[in-house]
């Protein structure tokens, strides 16, 4: 047969090799940061572009979606080509790809740190963001299928079903989760409220773990390892298993995160089920990845690409066992909204994502430029310097976790609290500046790495293209004789596409659609009233300013939690809050019945000062919220976009909207002034405290539930 | 527009993990079978594409 010449683009892989190193440091360096502001509040510099409730979703988002991201699309733009013996469909889609990802990145960055935010982990991007998003990875999408389309090569291998299998569940998890009514240009209200909110934002956060940080890098695994060792995977056999029960399993996983809180409890369970099970898939690919290294372990001792490989796999194995053991009830008990889940996703994203990255990037490179590695011994000191600090900012808040734990359920035999919640705090901080050191570690092995790869890149030449050449694909399919069926599915990708889709849409469908049956599932409670305009503009502050992040507002039903906090969270409580606003780890106390706790100039001095009133607390000042004042131009169409999302505000409310709100704002005022406080009535602080001081008022026992 | 109303009136809910259930385990079952069965050469095959990739060594 004739073999026809073609090239392979090697641009676009490099660009999105540099960018993926490039955020990797910038994500890097503020999760640095915001890991000292923890142990030292005077980090967050009293400058709300700087304080740890914005940053930390700088640094989540720039990890998961900048670093993680183009390390994705390097991965697909070198692997997919030579997989497929073509070069990419089209170069400039490729490059409108490449740009236009950068762009968001760069309009994210400064829109979180400016505040603008939805509240919902991961997805905090506004909704002009989110339509970018979609159209660029639309963009992404067309330019893969029509790679796959035109392809030489009739089979699919494995690592492109992770690609396909990823594209299509990012896109759906994000439209779905996504979905929120504009207010004003960056600012919208999410559809869903209160208890169906938090499912849909854990369904998506929960697989956006899924199938942003671990499918489409098991592609990369199921290509790189191979590449880099030189033979193929272990068992092809128990790829195909490991990706087709992965896929179905992870989408059904996402009520783990939202155990003994007020969502039903069969769906609490149904996340339990799946969790567990899902330890199956992931050890078949741990084991696959781990043992297609088998007979070849003398070269792991001297190859730093390999040893990377080598770990990020086996963080892969200890994060997953970890996940289903910690989607177990009475674990989940001690392990949410404490460390251990920022250890566990550290795991995955230091050990996991890093290392895979680390180990794809120092084989790329040498090959990029024709040249070789400037220096196997730095790289190898950069593996060592980097499991350092994985160990070091693990294992602290490990023993973190457990400290926390046995501290806040601790009662005297009296029946009394042992201990304070700023006991607990205090307590815990050494544990942060340990694990702050760790990340400092782990990011000077990064820049160790930069060194080496501008080095490397330095000694060699660009390589613009690679020519190859494979014999066109037969239009006509002889099926051999004998063939098994499947093999007809992993020659068509549009099949693949809509099979996988399929398989992810009805986990989705069967988890989700119950618990849009409020009615049936979430007890509504008479007593629970929409927000006054005074306490919308309050809770848009707590958004803004991310309390979200340090601050639960779900007390779990358990007697340490209710003695500490209040009664316990009921779902009827939250049917008027979008977004929810459950939060998921609790560096400071749990917020849901915080009104009323305290006087209103408490909260004031609190606010500028916070350890005025709570010595030894590690709360940033929020001293912007006494200056700013609150747009009563915005009440209008807030409570207008509330009512549309089925707020009962009565017709015609918007009218007196305002005065209500100043109404409420003069008595606080007046409030303030007993305590000798003087502030305008139109100030930020004034809104946040109405806010707060309306948390969990509504119910105050049991006996109100009807 | 309220979201909550559309889904309501349906009923018998308690079946949705139970479907759920049997969908996943046949599912599981037919890829173990068909994994179990496919040809060893056409495996051999795939699994050698990462390490050919018809470029052309100079």
């Known amino acids: 047969m004739e073999l026809q010449k073609f090239q392979y683009d090697n641009e676009l892989p490099k660009q999105f090799a540099i960018a993926t190193i490039l955020w990797g440091v910038v994500g890097m360096l503020v999760g640095v940061i915001a890991a000292f502001q923890l142990a030292f509040p005077v980090l967050n510099f009293g400058l709300e572009f700087t304080t740890f409730g914005r940053l930390r979703p700088v640094h989540t988002n720039a990890v998961i979606f900048a670093f993680v991201g183009n390390g994705i699309f390097t991965a697909v733009y070198y692997s997919i080509p030579r997989l497929l013996k073509t070069p990419m469909w089209s170069k400039a889609l490729g490059k409108i790809h490449f740009w236009g990802w950068q762009l968001i990145i760069v309009a994210a ?186 007979g070849a372990w003398d070269k792991v001792r001297v190859d730093p690409i390999l040893k990377f490989f080598v770990v990020a796999v086996t ?73 350092l600090g994985i160990l070091l900012y693990a294992i602290p808040m490990y023993w973190a976790a457990f400290r926390s734990y046995f501290m806040m359920s601790a009662f005297t035999p009296e029946g009394q609290l042992q201990y304070q919640f700023m006991d607990i705090v205090q307590t815990i901080v050494p544990f942060y500046i340990l694990r702050a050191i760790g990340g400092t570690i782990y990011l000077a092995g990064v820049v160790l790495m930069v060194y080496n790869l501008y080095k490397t890149a330095r000694s060699g030449k660009f390589v613009k293209t690679e020519d190859a050449e494979a014999p066109a694909l037969p239009r006509q399919f002889a099926k051999p004789k004998g063939a098994h069926w499947h093999s007809w599915v992993e020659r068509r990708p549009v099949t693949l596409l809509v099979l996988s889709l399929i398989v992810v849409g009805i986990g989705g469908l069967v988890e989700m659609v119950p618990t849009f049956l409020v009615d049936t599932n979430v007890p509504t409670i008479s007593s629970v009233k ?8 309050g809770r848009d502050i707590y958004i803004k300013e991310g309390c979200y992040n340090c601050h639960s507002q779900m007390i779990r039903p358990f007697r340490y939690e209710v003695s500490r906090f209040g009664d316990y969270s009921k779902a009827g409580e939250f049917v008027y809050d979008h977004p929810f606003q459950w939060g998921s780890k609790r560096t400071g106390p ?46 209008n169409s807030k409570i207008h976009a509330m009512r549309k999302l089925g707020v ?22 007046a409030n303030l002034k007993k305590d000798k406080i003087k502030i305008q009535s139109d100030k930020e602080i004034i809104a946040l405290i109405a806010y707060l001081q309306r948390l969990g008022t509504d119910v105050k026992t049991k006996n109100n539930v009807q | ?56 060594r100079k």
């Not at chain 1, 009962?648 to 005022?669: C, F, L, R």
């Open chain 1, 648 to 669: 009962p505000y009565p017709d015609g409310y918007e009218a007196k909207a305002n005065d209500d709100m100043k109404k409420q704002a003069e008595s606080i005022v």
């Open chain 1, 109 to 294: 960055a400064v829109t979180l740190l400016m505040g603008f935010t939805t509240a919902k982990e991961y997805a905090e991007l506004e909704w002009p963001l989110d339509i970018a998003i979609t159209l660029i990875w639309v963009v992404f999408g067309i330019n893969m299928f029509g790679t796959i389309l035109t392809r030489r090569e009739r089979h699919l291998y494995v690592a492109i079903w992770f690609f396909i299998g990823s594209w299509v569940t990012v896109a759906m998890l994000h439209i779905v989760n996504s979905f929120e009514l504009p207010v004003s240009f960056m600012k919208s209200y999410s559809w869903y409220a209160g208890v169906q909110d938090a499912l849909v934002q854990w369904w998506y956060g929960h697989n956006a773990v899924a199938f942003f940080l671990t499918t489409p890098y098991l592609g990369l695994m199921y290509y790189f390892l191979p590449k880099a060792a030189g033979r193929p995977v272990y068992s092809y056999r128990l790829s195909i298993v490991h990706f087709w029960s992965l896929i179905f399993l992870y989408i059904w996983a996402g009520p783990h995160h939202l155990l003994y809180t007020a969502l039903p409890d069969w769906a609490q369970s149904l996340g339990t089920v799946f969790s567990v099970m899902l330890l199956l898939p992931s050890w078949g690919g741990m084991l696959n990845g781990l043992f297609t290294l088998r």
């Open chain 1, 530 to 537: 929409p927000y006054t305009p005074l306490e919308l503009q």
């Open chain 1, 315 to 387: 963080c892969y194995g200890m994060a997953t066992f970890e996940g289903p053991m910690m989607s177990l009830k009475n674990v989940n008990a001690i392990s949410h909204y404490s460390d251990w889940t920022i250890a566990h996703v550290h795991i995955g994203a230091l050990g996991w994502n890093g290392f895979l990255t680390f180990g794809m990037v120092y084989w790329l490179f040498p090959r990029l430029f024709n040249t070789r590695l400037y220096s196997v011994k730095l790289a190898s000191t950069h593996f060592w310097i980097a499991t």
């Open chain 2, 1 to 56: 527009m309220k979201f909550t109303t559309y889904l309501t009136k349906i009923s018998g809910v308690s079946i949705y993990p139970v479907i759920s259930l049997v969908l996943f385990v046949t599912f599981f079952a037919i890829v173990i079978l068909w994994a179990y069965r496919s040809d060893s050469k056409e495996i051999e095959y795939f699994e050698n594409l990462p390490l050919d990739d018809g470029q052309v």
């Open chain 1, 590 to 635: 749990d917020l849901a019945r915080i009104g009323g706790k305290y006087p209103d100039s408490w909260h004031f001095n609190h606010m500028l000062e916070p350890e005025s009133m709570a010595p030894g607390s590690i709360m940033p000042p929020y001293p912007w919220l006494f200056e700013k004042t609150v747009d009563a131009g915005t009440t």
